[in-house]
C-alpha cells in the first residue's frame, strides 16, 4: 500500500533562510507524488507534482522537490523563506486506484 | 484560472439533522471528489464520482453518506443524519481525468468547515 511520512510536524524559519520540509513515500510502483499548501482558511493549493520526466521538480512561489529513489524521498525545499509561506503542508501520494493519499502535514513558521 | 467553489464556508448543525454542502467544480472537469479533515487529523479520501456514479469510496463512506451531481453544474455532499464525529473540514474536488495522476491534478476548494452541535 501507497503511504507518506511527513517527518516534521512544525518546522520555524527565519525570514531569508532556507526551507526544507521533509516527505519519505511508501510505494509499490512508480508513484506520482504532490506538494500541496494550505494556508489559513484556504483551500488545498497544488505546490509541484512529481511527473517522472526529471527528479528535480520546480513549483510555484520558488518551490522545489526532489525526487529520490533509493531514499524513497521527496522533500521540499526553497533557498529563501519569505513572511506569506507561512502555512500547512501536504506531501501526497496517490494509490494505485488515483485516490490521493496525505501525509500528516507540516506547519511552517517563518520569523521575521 | 478556474477554481472549484464550495458553499457555504461555515456550517452549523444539530446532531441527528441533514446537511448538504454544495461544490462547483471547475467546468471542463469529468472526475470529482471529496475529502474531509477532522481537526488535528490527516486529509481522507470520502468518494470518487465519475459518470454519474460513485468510482470509489472509502469504508468512512457509509450509508450516512451520499453524493449527487443534481445539474451540469453542482456536486453535493449529503449527510443524513449528522454525528458529532462529523464535524470536520469538508473538500470538494476536481480533476480533468481521473486518478489524481500527475497529468491530471485535483483542485481543491476552500473546504466547508461543519460543525455538528
Known amino acids: 500500500a501507497q503511504s507518506v511520512t511527513q517527518l516534521d510536524s512544525h518546522v520555524s524559519v527565519s525570514e531569508g533562510t532556507p526551507v526544507l520540509l521533509r516527505c519519505n513515500y511508501s510505494s509499490s510502483y512508480s508513484p506520482s507524488l504532490f506538494w500541496y499548501v494550505q494556508h489559513p482558511n484556504k483551500g488545498l493549493q497544488l505546490l509541484l507534482k512529481?511527473?517522472?520526466?526529471?527528479?528535480l521538480v520546480k513549483g510555484i512561489n520558488g518551490f522545489e522537490a526532489e525526487f529520490k529513489k533509493s531514499e524513497t524521498s521527496f522533500h521540499l525545499t526553497k533557498p529563501s523563506a519569505h513572511m506569506s509561506d507561512a502555512a500547512e503542508y501536504f506531501c501526497?501520494?496517490?494509490?494505485?486506484?488515483?485516490?490521493?493519499?496525505f501525509g500528516q502535514g507540516t506547519t511552517l513558521q517563518v520569523k521575521p | 484560472e478556474p477554481e472549484v467553489t464550495q458553499t457555504p464556508s461555515h456550517q452549523v448543525t444539530q446532531m441527528g439533522q441533514e446537511v448538504i454542502l454544495r461544490c462547483v467544480p471547475i467546468s471542463n472537469h469529468l472526475y470529482f471528489y471529496w475529502y474531509r479533515q477532522i481537526l488535528g487529523q490527516k486529509v481522507e479520501f470520502l468518494v470518487s464520482?465519475?459518470?454519474?456514479?460513485?468510482?470509489?469510496k472509502s469504508e468512512i463512506f457509509d450509508d450516512q453518506f451520499s453524493v449527487e451531481r443534481p445539474d451540469g453544474s453542482n456536486f453535493t455532499l449529503k449527510i443524513r443524519s449528522t454525528k458529532l464525529e462529523d464535524s470536520a473540514m469538508y473538500f470538494c474536488?476536481?480533476?480533468?481525468?481521473?486518478?489524481?495522476?500527475?497529468?491530471?491534478?485535483?483542485?481543491f476548494g476552500n473546504g466547508t468547515r461543519l460543525t455538528v452541535t
Open positions: 501526497v501520494v496517490t494509490s494505485n486506484t488515483g485516490k490521493l493519499i
Open positions: 512529481y511527473t517522472s520526466a526529471a527528479t
Open positions: 464520482f465519475y459518470n454519474n456514479e460513485i468510482s470509489e
Open positions: 474536488a476536481s480533476s480533468a481525468r481521473g486518478g489524481g495522476f500527475y497529468n491530471s491534478p485535483l483542485h
